[in-house]
């Protein structure tokens, strides 16, 4: 499977108290906030980027990763995510290898349900091992989605 690194989402607190830290301490660039909500999931979140690094700091509002926060903490790095140039080929090689992709509720995800409210197709792959998770995106789509949250900001 092609896939590269692409960032890791931080649950925080405060997202704006957050932002304001990494673009204190690094100069970090900041994204404008992003809302996903969906099937119960609603978080803020925003893009956070230095140098060629990035990662998403998100604030739960609703859903498993409120829970989450509210288990394990602010500050949880709970998902690793990876780009993939075509994310019907990986999601085939997963369902292959024996793996049922996921939606973000951990319910199985078909193959052409893969469109997310930010508009890149995306997957999940179960949790495995505690509250980690795995998320693939499609590389175009999620440059796109990256180029529309920095769009207009300093």
């Known amino acids: 499977m092609d896939l590269k690194f692409s960032h890791v989402d931080v649950l925080v607190s405060n997202l704006e108290e957050a932002c304001a830290y990494y673009a204190r301490v ?35 509002i609703a859903g498993n990763l409120k829970a989450l926060m ?14 993939t140039p075509d994310i019907g080929a990986a999601y085939d090689e997963l369902v ?13 995800l078909a193959r052409g349900d893969l469109q997310s409210p930010s508009g890149a197709r995306i997957l999940w792959l179960p ?7 795995i998320e693939l995106l499609e590389e175009k789509e999620l440059q796109r989605f990256i180029e529309d949250a920095f769009a207009g900001v300093a």
């Open 96 to 108: 292959a290898a024996g793996v049922q992709p996921e939606d973000e509720h951990g319910k199985p």
């Open 26 to 60: 690094f100069s970090a660039r900041v994204s404008k906030t992003q809302v996903w909500e969906r099937g119960g999931l609603h978080v803020r979140y925003a893009v956070v980027m230095f140098g060629t690094e990035r990662f998403m700091l998100v604030q739960p």
């Open 127 to 133: 949790r495995r091992f505690g509250h980690f998770s």
């Open 70 to 83: 509210d288990t394990q903490g602010e500050g949880t790095i709970y998902r690793h995510c990876y780009a």
